[in-house]
């Protein structure tokens, strides 16, 4: 097998492939504001994509997370960014026999009683092969690219190159923080074996949920870097695009309840609700598949979400200080809380409206973009704001969820969903509920 630690050859030659060009990006851009030159943003994004499209890895991944973070880079670097396509080719045949060798010893293809040599799919970090095991359980093989923690340190180097090229450009949010939580959670996805504690711990906390279904983890097949899980049949979410009304908004009930029941009751989200993690089965249950990243919150920050929204509901500014200070902003002036307010208030709209409507009503263009320019153009001649690390992934499920509502078209009252859910909140009871459940699955919050 080959060595897959944090290797000093493994970085040089990420380094290489990667590096000349997001670093030539750089100097190209603080040679033209040397010089007194006019910038030119567009071109500047559109050299970024292309120096970052076709690679696979970690950092593909991170450009395609920044895209969805409001104004963590220029608009123009987020749009292109946005277009970065993670069904990178998958690695050959001899790689995988290479790898599951590696992984499981020279007679891993004795484990199954049949193996498809032609990836499933394949993403930024591996690749899933369908398998059957010997009692006729069909079960889906995750197996990681070579060399990805090597990769994944010599890629974070490069994206502190991409936010300082995003900082020169006068950005609204001060990226430190930004940086450091999605540094840590792309480690997290390298580990395989904490992924399974994730799906294990996601198949505790949707037990009660009828419509939504996690993959069982198959223990004794999987690895740090290769995890097998039970094969779940269904179909892509755009493939309901054109499905009745009644349809789509089941669908959408049962995808809001598969991302918000974990956090409003548990303390927890998956950071990530692209198209590929997750499948639709005929009568709209949905199928979760991918774990690697997840977000175990303190529960005061659930607390700030639930004490934010009753704000905006009474237009008590008090109460929103309060609640941007449990999510751990901090020194924020009256004139701060109000910009954050117009975004919250963008984010919690479809919650505060007693009526069925669209998830997008009465917005124009791409979800959220126009409204988050406008807002941290305001925060931007303020001076800027640091996000709390717990801020990113919150702010991604809720943008990707809302894109995922948007593509159904679901009409529901999100308001009276929303307080059915949060109408027995209970910081402490959160905060048992989650600790149980984390030391159920060996997981322990904060780590």
Request: glycine share 8%; hydrophobic share 45%.
């Amino acid at each position: 097998m080959a060595n897959d630690d944090n290797s000093l050859l493994g970085r040089v030659g990420r380094y290489a492939r990667v590096g000349t060009s997001v670093g030539g990006l750089a100097v190209k851009l603080a040679g033209e504001r040397y010089l007194g030159l006019s910038i030119d943003r567009d071109r500047h994004a559109a050299d970024l994509r292309s120096a970052l499209g076709g690679l696979k890895g970690p950092l593909m991944k991170a450009a395609q997370l920044l895209s969805t973070i409001p104004d963590a880079l220029p608009p123009e670097y987020a749009r292109e960014l946005a277009q970065l396509q993670s069904d990178a080719p998958s690695m050959g045949w001899p790689f995988v026999k290479r790898r599951m060798a590696g992984e499981l010893g020279p007679a891993w293809a004795s484990r199954f009683a049949g193996f498809e040599k032609t990836a499933a799919a394949a993403a930024s970090l591996g690749q899933v092969h369908r398998a059957t095991l010997h009692d006729g359980t069909a079960v889906a093989c995750k197996l990681q690219y070579p060399d990805m923690a090597s990769a994944l340190e010599a890629d974070l180097t490069q994206l502190r190159t991409v936010f300082a090229i995003g900082r020169r450009m006068d950005g609204a949010i001060r990226t430190g923080e930004v940086f450091a939580e999605i540094a840590e959670r792309l480690r997290e996805e390298l580990d395989y074996r904490r992924e399974a504690r994730h799906a294990k711990l996601y198949a505790a906390m949707l037990a009660d949920e009828p419509h939504v279904h996690v993959a069982p983890i198959v223990d004794d097949l999987s690895t740090g870097r290769l995890l097998v899980m039970r094969w779940l049949d269904g179909d892509k979410l755009l493939t309901w695009k054109e499905r009745p009304q009644a349809d789509r908004d089941r669908l959408a009930l049962n995808m809001f309840r598969a991302w918000y029941v974990p956090f409003y009751f548990f303390g927890v989200i998956h950071g990530d609700p692209h198209l590929g993690n997750y499948t639709v089965r005929p009568d709209g249950d949905v199928n979760l598949m991918d774990f690697g990243c997840v977000r175990i919150f303190p529960p005061r920050f659930v607390k700030g979400s639930i004490d934010l929204y009753k704000a905006l509901l009474a237009d008590d500014e008090e109460l929103a200080v309060a609640a941007y200070e449990l999510w751990g902003f901090k020194d924020l002036s009256r004139e701060m809380i109000r910009a954050l307010n117009r975004w919250a208030g963008f984010l919690y709209g479809p919650l505060m409206d007693d009526r069925p409507r669209t998830i997008a009503e009465g917005v124009a263009g791409q979800y959220g973009r126009e409204t988050a320019h406008a807002v941290f153009a305001e925060i931007r001649k303020m001076g800027g704001v640091t996000v709390p690390r717990e801020f990113v992934f919150m702010d991604r499920a809720a943008i990707g969820l809302g894109s995922v509502f948007l593509h159904l078209k679901a009409e529901i009252n999100w308001y009276r969903l929303f307080q059915e859910m949060i109408g027995d909140f209970d910081v402490d009871v959160v905060a048992k509920r989650q600790a149980d459940a984390l030391a159920a699955v060996g997981l322990v919050a904060g780590a």
